[in-house]
């Protein structure tokens, strides 16, 4: 059964730094491209930055560009998420998604699979 586990998340200061990592099982993660997507309270779940299964390409939503960082671990089957000099506008649950094959995508509707999230809080 193929499934998705965030963690990491938690309260920081804006400009502190926080690591997200998804962990997925019940499939090889050679296989998918991942992503990852953000929800804040009352507004729209967002893509925020996806790695290509291929070549491991990398996309991020604009608002995050040169901020976080996306990478991906085949053999621990790990997908991580750094993300940098946090802002307020940042805090959100942060979600993990996982789509068959090679096409990047930052559309909630192309992922099938979902992880439960992890909450990302940055106030002072």
């Known amino acids: 059964q193929l499934q998705l586990v965030e963690s990491g998340g938690g309260l920081v200061q804006p400009g502190g730094s926080l690591r997200l990592s998804c962990a997925v099982s019940g499939f090889t993660l050679d296989y998918y491209t991942i992503a990852w997507f953000r929800q804040a309270p009352g507004k729209e779940r967002e893509g925020v930055s996806c790695?290509?299964?291929?070549?491991?390409?990398?996309y991020y939503a604009d608002s995050v560009k040169g901020r976080f960082t996306i990478s991906r671990d085949n053999a621990k089957n790990t997908v991580y998420l750094q993300m940098n000099n946090l802002k307020p506008e940042d805090t959100a649950s942060y979600y993990c998604?996982?789509?068959?094959?090679?096409?990047?995508?930052?559309?909630?509707?192309?992922?099938?699979?979902w992880g439960q999230g992890t909450q990302v809080t940055v106030s002072s």
């Open positions: 790695i290509s299964k291929s070549d491991g390409s990398a």
């Open positions: 998604a996982a789509r068959l094959g090679v096409v990047v995508s930052l559309h909630r509707a192309d992922f099938g699979s």
